[in-house]
């Protein structure tokens, strides 16, 4: 299984942000959950969300309401938007594959992240 | 919010052992996990539901989880394991990553 993070690098603040992450090697409608984690320069890690094969998301409470996942099966790729990014926005985007039930979740397989920087 | 909280640096000394504290309200009766991320690289799970390794883990990597508390045991560490090292549960429908502990091995 592999995984690649695709978008622009640079957004502008008040913009959107947009990833897409493809997936090589398991077919997204096949199953599991679809996963986004994000890490500002020099800190920790931030989970965003994950989303379903059918669509059932699960997003971080702190960013929920600036969030959306979905998934297209026909080009086995999930994604990401940000809406109304600032500077706190600015992070390395991973795209992740957990697996196991949700409570015992964790993320096995990971891209190599994506540099996004909000700036104007 | 749940929070998971680890200390910022652990430091040992080559071949010894070296252990990584996440702390939580009743993080025992929840399954935690551990990734290592090396500079310029993404994380890699190294230990999940508690105990267990994934494949291509080395058998010096061993985790447990019990009361509030779950500990990551690296075993006669070597100067390949200094790293930052995060761990994450699941609680009330979201992720939750801890803060990350940087292990020096001097």
């Known amino acids: 299984v592999q995984l690649q993070e695709s978008g622009p690098g640079l957004v502008k603040p008040s913009e959107t942000l947009s990833l897409t992450c493809t997936v090589s090697?398991?077919?997204?409608?096949?199953?599991?959950?679809w996963g986004w984690i994000r890490q500002p320069p020099g800190r920790g890690l931030e989970w965003i969300g994950i989303?379903?094969?059918?669509?059932?998301?699960y997003y971080n409470p702190s960013l929920k309401s600036r969030v959306t996942m979905s998934v297209d099966t026909s080009k086995n790729q999930f994604s990401l938007k940000l809406s109304s990014v600032t500077a706190a926005d600015t992070a390395v985007y991973y795209c992740a594959r957990p697996f196991g039930q949700l409570s015992t979740l964790s993320f096995d397989y990971w891209g190599q992240g994506t540099v996004v920087t909000v700036s104007s | 919010s749940y929070e998971l909280t680890q200390p910022p640096s652990v430091s040992v000394s080559p071949g010894q052992t070296a252990s990584i504290t996440c702390s939580g309200d009743k993080l025992g009766d929840k399954y935690a996990c551990w990734y290592q991320q090396k500079p310029g690289q993404s994380p890699v799970l190294v230990i999940y539901?508690?105990?267990k390794r994934p494949s291509g883990i080395p058998e010096r990597f061993s985790g447990s989880n019990s009361g509030n508390t779950a500990t990551l045991t690296i075993s006669g560490t070597q100067a390949m394991d200094e790293a930052d090292y995060y761990c994450q549960a699941w609680d009330s429908s979201t992720v939750v990553f801890g803060g990350g502990t940087k292990l020096t091995v001097l």
């Open positions: 539901q508690n105990t």
């Open positions: 090697g398991y077919s997204i409608s096949s199953g599991y959950y």
């Open positions: 989303i379903y094969h059918s669509g059932s998301t």
